[in-house]
């Protein structure tokens, strides 16, 4: 275990890229989405929905597709294995997703008390529209940096595996199967099918185990991707 947490620390050289740029990243957009609504007219809406944390769950991706292309060869060169490689980036991703995901929920609950910091903002607090539980919306927030965090990860192995070739190939691949099933279902009228399917699903099943699943897919391809590529 001192061996995975001595080739953990590889991601961990600077604390400002693993947690003070992020950070930084999600303060800024806050104030920019805190003044612009403090300058416009109030709205009639109950809340004033906005998209800026997604900015630190993007940073997620960034960051394992970065790790895996960047730091596995310096990590070889250590005379690191690729399974201890691996799994330290496992522990890494998993200690972070759950520090994030804790900052973002208090954020979210700091938010409700105010109700939206005085002007009815939605920024943190995006689990809240599909359920009431906390312990369901703090999951939830870990479980989607996990689910990016393992999405970055894998393309990362595909870069180290295949190249650009395979950046290509993954791209064009997403492409068909999202823009072709967009096709199939808008063909066979199956979208009040699929909106039922978000809205029936129990809610720990829809933003907990499902990603988790997902993840573990994501996980298993990138090990066994990895074990395969070269430095």
Not at 100 to 117: N, W
Not at 119 to 141: C, E, H, S
């Amino acid at each position: 275990m001192k061996r995975i947490l001595n080739v953990a620390r590889i991601h961990n050289t600077s604390w400002a890229t693993t947690f003070v740029w992020p950070m930084a990243v999600l303060a800024i957009a806050f104030v920019i989405t805190f003044g612009t609504f403090l300058v416009i007219p109030t709205t009639d809406s109950e809340y004033n929905f906005t998209g800026s944390v997604f900015s630190i769950y993007g940073f997620a991706m960034a960051f394992y597709i970065t790790a895996i292309t960047q730091c596995f060869p310096y990590a070889l060169g250590l005379s690191v294995t690729r399974r201890e490689f691996l799994t330290a980036t496992a522990l890494v991703g998993v200690c972070q997703s759950i520090a994030f995901g804790t900052i973002i929920y208090v954020l979210s609950v700091i938010e409700a008390a105010t109700d939206g910091f005085g002007l009815k903002l939605r920024m943190f607090g995006i689990a809240r529209y599909a359920t009431d539980n906390p312990l369901v919306q703090w999951a939830a927030l870990v479980t989607v940096m996990l689910l990016l965090g393992g999405f970055g990860a894998f393309i990362g192995v595909v870069y180290r595996r295949f190249r650009t070739n395979g950046l290509f190939t993954l791209g064009l691949g997403a492409l068909v199967v999202f823009g072709g099933g967009s096709v199939l279902v808008t063909w066979q009228n199956w979208w009040p099918d699929v909106g039922d399917f978000f809205t029936d699903t129990p809610r720990i099943l829809l933003l907990v185990v499902i990603p988790l699943t997902i993840t573990a897919i994501l996980s298993a391809a990138s090990w066994f991707g990895l074990l395969k590529a070269t430095a």
